[in-house]
């Protein structure tokens, strides 16, 4: 029993033993809600925060080129700026910054460099139109499923019992936004009378077991059981002391099965499963086999199902015909693709990182004694474990022993695939209960544990990592809401290649929490991509680029909704398919780009230019403005003309017309729409000299820049009315 004992002095008696709710009833009083941040949804500005000079980026009429940067051209003597995109055999691209939502930075589904495209070849429209027809595929197979899933009789789940809410004021942290969310969308799920079937992606530590844990207990709340499916034995201890320590004060049987169970232990589980007195049972592929039998099995958790063998799968398959399934996975699926498959596939995100936690302080150092004896002496001085990576098992007894003499008073043991798996298990598991203070491993870590002690990473020859693996080893530490560190070695008077050196800094540079969507992070993604889509996607991935890839599949989800009227999507996905939608062209003699004077700093320039590039409606192109005047000052002229542009852009796109430009002292509106509105009643709200034709509006170019722009302004608005309400 837990509590405080007061006494007078440290040596002397206890006067009184003091007892709270948490010793006496094994609960909890819930700790006060902070107020939490407000998370912002993905913005498109994510994808070109850190594009540069010399980066691939994917024009979605032209195809893939080379990204220059900013530059300013005068044509007709009006000044304005663009993004420059070189070309195969020396073409050019100059993008006007209000198209800027036409490009996106290449990622492929490796590190290959893509084969750049000629301008005005049929290449990119031919690549286009391949991974359009796969896509198209996919949708129709993700539809077809998710319909049969509604047709399948399954168990309605009762509401929330009271103990329910007992156990979910008792949780010691306070949950994220995310959390809260992904539990309630479960909680709908189970109580909905068809079998759930939600995928929960986030990173290690971000809380998934958390959802778990409370969606069993709904479950064993309503009489049923819920089998809980782990890839490693190790796993299986951690969640089983998780749910064991959690559940102790309710009326709930956990057991665990694995190869750590005795026969007698196995049997004795076994008959229970099968009579009703197990409630929740956690295991390996042990659960799968045909000897494991459910009285009344209502919930199966599967965690990180991608690392389960085709077997085991298909056994998984049939388990989960009418059953309730959540599965959980760490592999980060981008926020982009769970938008665009929203309404097809169920699942939640959670990127938000908890409260607590702290950035990892990352440091690029060379592989010293003292350093390494002085970075895990700071850990142990305040109770904490290390883990010490060397990628070679040829030596990594060496290593241990090195170590040993470095830092005597410390406790060192050994990890790596090739010891017998029950004494790796062992090992692993004397760690996570503080048996000795630093193991030195392979990358087996880099999947797996989660212990909370263990704030110090140090990975020798960190040069030899890709970014993926370097990302999800130091992401082992950080897991408590004390400062982490992580020490990426390498060796003294070595010099680096440019591209390891590029590669350590990057991952330096993302110590951010949710460092998830800068570059460190896209091969996992991509690799989140292939778990969901299948592997075949990966080519079509290479040949246009995630970002285009995804809003293809987003588009053809949709069509296909529409198609079986599965009904409309979200309006977030909505606004993401924008950018598919066929170009909109203004050229107008007026100075439009950001000053340098006003705004120096390019990848600033950029980030902002490709967000205004994406406001959709008027009222987001007023706040822009807002916002640039409290952040930078009062708008210059060349800054009133881009705001006024980008207000023409959303009019325009409202009104169906795709060209505004200026031909012989006149602009010229071009609208395919115009043939099917009432043009003389148009003509009439105009002011004179102004002509409506079939296809086109003629306004004359008044020396008085302002009377012309409110004509165009008006022009727009009353199209753009008539389009959408011709009655009105």
């Known amino acids: ?29 819930p700790q006060p809600r902070r107020r939490r941040r407000v998370r912002r949804g993905i913005t498109p500005e994510t994808f070109f925060s850190d594009v540069k000079p010399g980066d691939y980026v994917v024009h979605i009429e032209h195809g893939i080129g080379v990204f220059q940067g900013l530059v300013k051209l005068a044509l007709d003597g009006v000044e304005r700026e663009y993004l420059e995109v070189h070309y195969s055999q020396g073409d050019k691209l100059y993008v006007p910054i209000h198209q800027a939502d036409r490009l996106s930075r290449y990622i492929g589904a490796d590190d290959t460099p893509p084969v750049l495209h000629r301008l005005g070849t049929s290449d990119w429209s031919k690549i286009k139109k391949r991974a359009r027809a796969a896509v198209a595929d996919i949708a129709a197979e993700l539809l077809r499923l998710y319909a049969e899933r509604q047709i399948v009789p399954g168990r309605a789940f009762g509401p929330d019992t009271d103990w329910q809410r007992e156990l979910e004021a008792a949780f010691p942290y306070v949950e994220t936004e995310d959390q809260l969310k992904a539990i309630a969308e479960v909680k709908a799920d189970m109580e909905r009378p068809r079998p759930m079937d939600r995928l929960i992606c986030g990173d290690v530590g971000y809380g998934k077991t958390e959802v778990a844990l409370r969606a069993a207990f709904k479950a064993v709340m309503d009489g049923a059981q819920v089998a809980i499916l782990v890839p490693t034995t190790v796993l299986a201890q951690q969640h089983y002391n998780t749910f064991r320590e959690r559940l102790a004060p309710y009326p709930v049987t956990v057991e665990m099965l694995s190869r750590f169970r005795t026969p007698a232990q196995t049997r004795r589980i076994l008959e229970g499963l099968a009579s009703g007195g197990v409630d929740i049972v956690i295991g390996t592929h042990r659960l799968l086999q045909r000897d494991v039998r459910f009285k009344d099995l209502g919930l199966l958790i599967v965690d990180e199902e991608q690392r389960f063998g085709v077997r085991h799968k298909e056994r998984l398959r049939q388990l989960r015909a009418n059953v309730d399934t ?204 292939g778990d969901l889509l299948g592997a075949r996607q990966h080519g079509h991935i290479a040949a246009v680029g995630f970002d285009l890839y995804v809003r293809l599949l987003a588009q053809a989800v949709q069509e296909r909704k529409e198609v079986v009227g599965a009904g409309e999507t979200d309006t977030l996905t909505a606004e993401y398919l924008l950018p598919l939608e066929e170009d909109i062209q203004i050229h107008l003699p007026l100075p439009v780009y950001l000053p340098e004077d006003y705004l120096p700093e390019e990848h600033l320039r950029l980030r902002l230019y490709r967000r205004m590039a994406n406001l959709n409606t008027l009222e987001e ?102 389009v959408n309400d011709p009655a009105g």
Not at 645 to 672: H, M, N, P, W
Request: charged share 25%.
């Open 326 to 529: 959540l599965t959980l996975s760490a592999t980060p699926i981008p926020r982009t693709l769970h938008m665009a498959l929203s309404g097809v596939r169920d699942m939640s995100v959670i990127d938000t990182p908890p409260e607590e936690r702290l950035p990892i302080k990352t440091t690029i150092a060379h592989a010293d004694d003292t350093l390494i004896r002085t970075a895990i002496l700071r850990e142990f001085d305040r109770g904490g474990q290390v883990y010490f990576v060397h990628n070679r098992v040829m030596g990594i007894e060496q290593m241990a022993n090195h170590i040993r003499r470095l830092v005597p008073e410390a406790r060192v043991r050994v990890a790596h695939g090739q010891m017998p798996e029950r004494q790796l298990e062992r090992v692993m598991l004397d760690f996570a209960a503080g048996e000795f203070d630093v193991l030195v491993s392979t990358t087996i870590i880099e999947s797996g544990l989660d212990i909370p002690n263990v704030n110090t990473i140090l990975i020798n020859r960190a040069d030899r990592f890709g970014l993926a693996q370097l990302y999800q080893l130091r992401g082992r530490v950080g897991r408590a809401a004390v400062q982490s560190y992580a020490y990426l070695l390498v060796p003294p008077g070595h010099n680096l290649p440019d591209i390891a050196r590029r590669r350590l800094d990057a991952i330096r540079e993302a110590s951010e929490l949710g460092a998830g969507f800068q570059i460190a992070m896209r091969d996992l993604e991509i690799r989140g991509a």
């Open 621 to 722: 192109v007023e706040s822009m403005g807002r916002e640039l005047e409290d952040r930078f000052g009062a708008l210059p002229e060349p800054v009133v003309n881009l705001m006024y542009q980008l207000k023409l852009k959303v009019l325009c796109r409202a009104a169906g017309v795709r060209y505004v430009s200026t031909e012989g002292g006149q602009v010229v509106i071009r609208a395919e729409t115009l043939e099917n509105v009432d043009r003389p009643g148009l003509q009439r709200r105009l002011s004179a000299g102004v002509r409506v034709g079939r296809r086109q509006i003629w306004i004359p170019l008044h020396d008085d820049a302002a009377q012309w722009q409110g004509e165009l302004e008006k022009a727009l608005t009353l199209l753009g009315r008539m």
């Open 1 to 29: 029993l837990e509590g405080w004992l007061l006494r007078p002095r440290q040596d002397a008696a206890p006067l009184l033993t003091f007892l709270t709710d948490a010793e006496l009833f094994g609960v909890r009083k």
